[in-house]
């Protein structure tokens, strides 16, 4: 027989209405996957096309604001944009293939926080990965900021009061849309995606073909202007001048990270896929930045007060063309829409890096869970939240908050490619081309460590101490989390050490309870001290009284567990192995005993449908839920510890039936 629907009543009553904000939730964000449709990984996985789209965008619209940034660095000494077009392409690359070696390595994704873990130690692990979160909060900021600045180039200056706002509504737009799923965000956006890639190729390929019959000209001014800047700077200046604006212009390079950390959302195979989208990315990230720099170096382009080097570069460009203003409309528009584009990367990295980061007790576990979409509800919130905070505190200042993004980038940057490093030399013995493999890491090391350097010291006090204190409270927050969890675990463990060692009978067979008979419903885990403390007090507390147990499990597809299709089986083969060990410890105890499992995105809602149906299996059942108790409440412990057995309680109780919560207490 099915389990009641959700919200059943009590016999004799009225099913009652959903609620209006549920209904508008429905409507907004979609109705509830279906876990049992085997297609559904695969239907909501993406291809490389796809994933192009949804992580390279974040990459591919940084062109919008790195270049701009390092050109307007050069000054008065643009002819060194020719040299930076050549280190920026080149630098793309080198990033890009070093990832596509993490990619190898990591076929579930996790990018820098999984490969630091791993290489270097839980802490390096925790440093990266809160530099990884603050980064993709960063990433959606900047991506809608830039996207105002884009798209207000466009509109009077009068019109710029519009732009926070218009930019807060924006990101609460891509919150909603997020949470239907990344994969019908991404489909819905993808026109903006071809337009931009269209109407860039058209500028950056036209504008030099255009200048193609003055460019020697063009580069003998360039050599005049080198040899100037020679005698003026000297070697050392016009080094110290080149690397500084290739360092400032680091945003060019902050979104390559993405791919390799979002692999577990590609279509098997991962590693194949993944390598072919950072391909894609790669190739059209060093065309589009370097390109861009040309065309500036090529065109003359100097700053203009409140609008982009592409908004002036694209306004010079039509004046060669026929319905040039048409041209700039589509160009300018898609711009600012690809960059909206690009913000899907913070939501659709950021939850996941904070997903994996509470599978380790980094942060609170809540955050690995999944809605009933299948995505990281909680997670895409508080994206949100965030980077809407960080628009209201930087005002939309692009240039501020570039500064602020790069920091943390190349922290992430430079940490992996520190941890691959050290992996290869470790197995240097091992591979006897490990030379080979380990000069990609370290070129990498060596890019990104002088951009890092030079970013802090140039704009340390420009926006980059804001970024080192918020990561290091990030950091300091969830070592504290860490801990907590850690102590939990101790007391739990030594529960566990204190139960009776019920001697385990091999080849017991379990005898099924007698549905006439009063029994015990005692819902459990993963098998172990809570679930066995829970079992051995009701027998305890309540001697002779219940003739059997009914072991009571619900397993919960969350982010560790949504990686491949066949996810729902093996999820159902571990609560069932774990069931299976709880009706062997009672069958040690001469203890009729049988179980009911299910699976499912929320505990609570699966475990009501299943005690319901155990209740019409054993009418006389009681059920039993444990709940970590501690000896003095503090309003954290419930944003860190699930109030599972409370909710459940009270759906229970609405629906006539009886339940108690079996404290664990931990002092």
């Known amino acids: 027989m099915e389990p009641d629907p959700v919200g059943s009543a009590p016999d004799g009553q009225s099913k009652p209405s959903t609620p209006v904000f549920t209904r508008l939730w429905r409507f907004l964000i979609g109705p509830p996957r279906d876990l049992n449709d085997h297609s559904l990984y695969r239907r909501l996985s993406l291809i490389p096309a796809l994933a192009w789209v949804g992580l390279g965008a974040d990459g591919l619209s940084s062109s919008a604001y790195g270049p701009d940034e390092a050109f307007r660095q ?66 959606i900021t900047i991506s809608i900021a830039a996207a105002g600045d884009a798209l207000f180039s466009l509109l009077p200056h009068q019109w710029a009061l519009l732009k926070l706002p218009i930019e807060i509504a924006i990101v609460i737009f891509l919150t909603i849309i997020n949470l239907r799923g990344m994969r019908e965000s991404i489909l819905a956006l993808t026109p903006i995606f071809i337009v931009f890639a269209f109407t860039h190729l058209v500028l950056i390929v036209g504008g030099v073909l255009i200048k193609a019959p003055v460019l020697p000209e063009t580069v003998g001014s360039a050599m005049n202007g080198f040899s100037s800047g020679l005698e003026t700077l000297g070697w050392g200046g016009m080094a110290a001048l080149f690397f500084r604006a290739y360092s400032l212009g680091g945003g060019t390079y902050t979104g390559i990270e993405a791919v390799s950390n979002g692999l577990s959302i590609m279509r098997e195979p991962h590693v194949e896929n993944g390598k072919r989208t950072m391909l894609y990315m790669a190739v059209s990230l060093a065309f589009t930045a370097s390109g861009l720099l040309l065309c500036y170096m090529l065109w003359n382009i100097a700053p203009v007060e409140g609008k982009t080097m592409n908004a002036v570069l694209t306004e010079r460009f039509v004046g060669t063309v026929p319905m040039g203003w048409l041209f700039v409309l589509l160009t300018l528009g898609s711009e600012g829409a690809l960059l909206v584009v690009a913000a899907q990367t913070g939501f659709a990295d950021g939850p996941r890096v904070l997903a994996n980061m509470a599978v ?295 629906a006539g039936k009886t339940v108690v919560v079996a404290p664990a207490r931990v002092t």
């Open 360 to 654: 380790d007790s980094w942060a609170p576990r809540r955050f690995a869970a999944l809605s009933d979409r299948l995505t990281a509800q909680n997670g895409i919130l508080l994206m949100g939240l965030m980077s809407v905070g960080a628009i209201l505190y930087t005002g939309g200042n692009v240039g501020l908050i570039v500064v602020m993004y790069s920091i943390n980038v190349f922290v992430t940057f430079s940490m992996t490619q520190v941890s691959m490093c050290r992996f290869w030399l470790g197995e240097r013995a091992n591979y006897p081309d490990w030379r080979r493999k380990i000069s990609i890491h370290v070129i990498g090391l060596i890019m990104c460590l002088m951009i890092l350097a030079l970013t802090v010291y140039e704009k340390f006090l420009d926006g980059g101490w804001i970024t080192l204190i918020v990561t290091g409270t990030l950091i300091c927050l969830f070592m504290v989390i860490k801990s907590h969890y850690g102590r939990v675990a101790a007391k739990l463990a030594s529960l566990y050490a204190e139960l009776p060692q019920t001697p385990l009978q091999k080849g017991c067979v379990p005898v099924n309870p007698d549905p006439s008979q009063r029994i015990a419903g005692i819902l459990v885990s993963d098998y172990g001290g809570l679930g066995l403390h829970t079992f051995l007090s009701v027998f305890r507390e309540f001697p002779g009284h219940f003739k059997g147990v009914v072991f009571v499990s619900v397993g919960v597809i969350d982010s560790k567990e949504f990686k491949g299709e066949n996810m729902v089986e093996s999820l159902k083969a571990n609560v069932e192995k774990s069931l299976k060990q709880y009706l062997e410890f009672a069958c040690g105890l001469n203890i009729p005993a049988s179980y009911r499992m299910s699976t499912g995105t929320d505990a609570v809602e699966e475990a009501e449908k299943l005690c319901l149906s155990v209740a019409r299996d054993f009418p006389h059942v009681t059920f039993f839920a444990g709940k970590i108790l501690f000896e003095k409440e503090k309003w954290y412990q419930q944003i860190l510890h699930n109030e599972t057995a409370f909710a459940l309680q009270r759906r229970l109780q609405w």
């Open 74 to 139: 050069l000054g008065a000494h643009s002819y060194l944009a020719l040299g930076l077009a050549v280190l920026t392409a080149f630098t793309v690359f080198v990033i890009s293939y070093a990832y596509s070696r993490v990619i190898e390595h990591f076929p579930h994704g996790g990018g820098g926080y999984v490969v630091a873990t791993k290489f270097m130690g839980p802490r390096a692990g925790l440093v990266s990965g809160c530099a990884l979160i603050v980064d993709y909060v960063m990433t």
